[in-house]
């Protein structure tokens, strides 16, 4: 029988089983986000849908998890630990369920939205409950465990995608997920417990209200920007619609006794260090996940499967580093860690500034990888030592402002990348006699990448000037 556990007693609690029950849903979950992407292509034929609007699929899910993670850490007060989890589980299958079988573009991009709900709730429930069941000496191995789940699920759907594309048509991606998903449910529906007391703090409707208008706004925003331009009418109203908005929830969670999402997380320094080391690695990995499939394809000419292979290695290496990283953690706190991994990244941003159509894959491979191996030393480490120094009842508004700012400035790092590759390539198509020729269109795109890649390089310089003040919360 489950048990909810108080600050005293954790006696009753099993956190292995419990744990093994997040990392299987999370990895089929992760999985999920990234696996449609090598598809999009074929959808657009398939569903007669423009690039533009194909995009949403990815969009949506996006808005979705941005807009539900705020929300979570209101949600853990107030539902037990296996209401939500059970929640987030039905979610994904009706999700993979109705995308599956979607006979239109509409239906599809329904069943992403009901599949992003599901992980949107799996993920924050997943760190918080890691924080309680687990003793702060032994953070750092298991946040390993959740790093290697977490990186290894996106990196290898477009390649696992590409494969069932090939051989199959694109619903097998999603009716292969709902198995998985089924056994996830039923592991946890027998191990996994209650954790954390509920308090049903009063409900503040202004602060939902805020919240979704302030988060949903900026990733609308900025998610659309890159197809649609930042001088757009719609794309300016919503971010700064976004913006106004968080201002008001920020200074009304303030003035608020039982805030929605508390906001005196950020008094602690180790935790607003880590935070922002950890938006800064995010927008490096998501800006590089959408300017090397496009330079593999267009600027070196290989397939939509090659350019996923490509980049499997380095995911995989990033997923099983994290383990190796998570027990350094442990012995040695972040120090050691962070800094080199912000060095790290900064040398293979600053090669991967200077591909041209003639470098060979395997080069690609190795500076992928090598950039995984920096962001590996940064992601976790920063992740925990900044959760690591919050007092327990704040750890669901720490996880859930985590979650939500790794959204936020992966949507910004995303639509800055397209942003500058598509001013560099324009630029460059401008000094050449005749644009339309097909041999240009892949100089124009490799000019363009190698100038978003600055982007990369800046956050990574601003990581690295961060990571000089980092101490362990210890």
């Given at each position: 029988?489950?048990?909810?556990?108080?600050?005293?007693?954790?006696?009753?609690?099993?956190?292995?089983?419990?744990?093994?029950?997040?990392?299987?849903?999370?990895?089929?979950?992760l999985?999920?986000?990234?696996?449609?992407?090598?598809a999009?292509?074929?959808?657009?034929?398939?569903?007669?849908?423009?690039?533009?609007?194909?995009?949403?699929?990815?969009?949506?899910?996006?808005?979705?998890?941005?807009?539900?993670?705020?929300?979570?850490a209101l949600?853990?007060q107030?539902?037990?630990?296996?209401?939500?989890?059970?929640?987030?589980?039905?979610?994904s299958?009706?999700?993979?369920?109705?995308?599956?079988?979607?006979?239109?573009?509409?239906?599809?991009?329904?069943?992403?939205?009901?599949?992003?709900?599901?992980?949107?709730?799996?993920?924050?429930?997943?760190?918080?409950?890691?924080?309680?069941?687990?003793?702060?000496?032994?953070?750092?191995?298991?946040m390993?465990?959740?790093?290697?789940?977490?990186?290894?699920?996106?990196?290898?759907?477009?390649?696992?995608?590409?494969?069932?594309?090939?051989?199959?048509?694109?619903?097998?991606?999603?009716?292969?997920?709902?198995?998985?998903?089924?056994?996830?449910?039923?592991?946890?529906?027998?191990?996994?417990?209650?954790?954390?007391?509920?308090?049903?703090?009063?409900?503040?409707?202004?602060?939902?209200?805020?919240?979704?208008?302030?988060?949903?706004?900026?990733?609308y925003?900025?998610?659309?920007?890159?197809?649609?331009?930042?001088?757009?009418?719609?794309?300016l109203?919503?971010?700064?619609?976004?913006?106004?908005?968080?201002?008001?929830?920020?200074?009304?969670?303030?003035?608020?006794?039982?805030?929605?999402?508390?906001?005196?997380?950020?008094?602690?320094?180790?935790?607003?260090?880590?935070?922002?080391?950890?938006?800064?690695?995010?927008?490096?990995?998501?800006?590089?996940?959408?300017?090397?499939?496009?330079?593999?394809?267009?600027?070196?000419?290989?397939?939509?499967?090659?350019?996923?292979?490509?980049?499997?290695?380095?995911?995989?290496?990033?997923?099983?580093?994290?383990?190796?990283?998570?027990?350094?953690?442990?012995?040695?706190?972040?120090?050691?860690?962070i800094?080199?991994?912000?060095?790290?990244?900064?040398?293979?941003?600053?090669?991967?500034?200077?591909?041209?159509?003639?470098?060979?894959?395997?080069?690609?491979?190795?500076?992928?990888?090598?950039?995984?191996?920096?962001?590996?030393?940064?992601?976790?480490?920063?992740?925990?030592?900044?959760?690591?120094?919050?007092?327990?009842?704040?750890?669901?508004?720490?996880?859930?402002?985590?979650?939500?700012?790794?959204?936020?400035?992966?949507?910004?790092?995303?639509?800055?990348?397209?942003?500058?590759?598509?001013?560099?390539?324009?630029?460059?198509?401008?000094?050449?006699a005749?644009?339309?020729?097909?041999?240009?269109?892949?100089?124009?795109?490799?000019?363009?990448?190698?100038?978003?890649?600055?982007?990369?390089?800046?956050?990574?310089?601003?990581?690295?000037?961060?990571?000089?003040?980092?101490?362990?919360?210890?």
């Amino acid at each position: 029988m489950s048990t909810i556990a108080s600050e005293q007693d954790l006696s009753a609690i099993r956190p292995v089983p419990i744990l093994i029950s997040f990392l299987i849903a999370g990895f089929i979950g992760l999985f999920s986000e990234t696996a449609l992407n090598m598809a999009l292509g074929r959808l657009m034929i398939e569903l007669d849908v423009s690039s533009a609007t194909v995009q949403w699929l990815t969009t949506g899910y996006l808005l979705t998890m941005g807009i539900l993670i705020p929300v979570s850490a209101l949600l853990i007060q107030w539902f037990s630990t296996r209401q939500l989890f059970v929640a987030s589980l039905l979610f994904s299958i009706l999700g993979a369920i109705v995308s599956g079988m979607a006979p239109t573009f509409g239906v599809l991009l329904l069943g992403r939205v009901i599949q992003a709900i599901g992980t949107g709730l799996l993920i924050p429930l997943m760190f918080n409950t890691v924080l309680i069941i687990f003793p702060i000496q032994k953070r750092g191995t298991v946040m390993g465990l959740i790093g290697l789940v977490m990186m290894s699920a996106p990196a290898i759907g477009p390649a696992t995608s590409g494969l069932i594309i090939e051989v199959l048509s694109w619903n097998w991606i999603l009716w292969l997920l709902i198995p998985f998903l089924v056994f996830s449910l039923v592991y946890g529906l027998i191990f996994m417990q209650n954790v954390s007391p509920l308090s049903k703090p009063k409900i503040d409707v202004l602060s939902i209200v805020l919240s979704t208008l302030g988060f949903g706004g900026i990733v609308y925003g900025f998610s659309i920007a890159g197809d649609k331009g930042w001088s757009n009418l719609l794309v300016l109203s919503a971010i700064f619609i976004g913006l106004m908005s968080l201002v008001i929830f920020s200074l009304r969670q303030l003035k608020l006794e039982s805030p929605m999402l508390d906001l005196r997380v950020f008094k602690y320094p180790m935790f607003s260090l880590g935070i922002f080391c950890v938006a800064a690695t995010f927008m490096i990995i998501l800006s590089t996940m959408i300017l090397l499939p496009l330079y593999l394809q267009i600027g070196l000419g290989v397939t939509a499967l090659a350019a996923g292979l490509v980049l499997m290695p380095g995911g995989a290496l990033n997923g099983i580093l994290s383990l190796v990283v998570g027990r350094v953690f442990d012995a040695f706190g972040p120090k050691w860690l962070i800094t080199p991994g912000f060095i790290i990244m900064l040398v293979m941003l600053w090669n991967l500034s200077n591909v041209t159509t003639a470098t060979s894959t395997l080069m690609v491979i190795l500076l992928h990888s090598g950039l995984m191996v920096g962001v590996s030393l940064v992601m976790m480490p920063a992740q925990t030592n900044g959760l690591n120094q919050l007092p327990r009842h704040l750890y669901p508004d720490g996880t859930a402002l985590i979650n939500t700012l790794m959204q936020v400035s992966g949507s910004i790092g995303t639509a800055l990348a397209i942003t500058i590759m598509s001013a560099s390539q324009n630029s460059y198509l401008s000094q050449v006699a005749d644009p339309s020729d097909l041999a240009v269109a892949s100089t124009s795109l490799t000019a363009g990448v190698q100038t978003a890649f600055i982007l990369g390089i800046s956050l990574a310089v601003s990581g690295l000037i961060a990571s000089f003040f980092i101490k362990s919360s210890r």
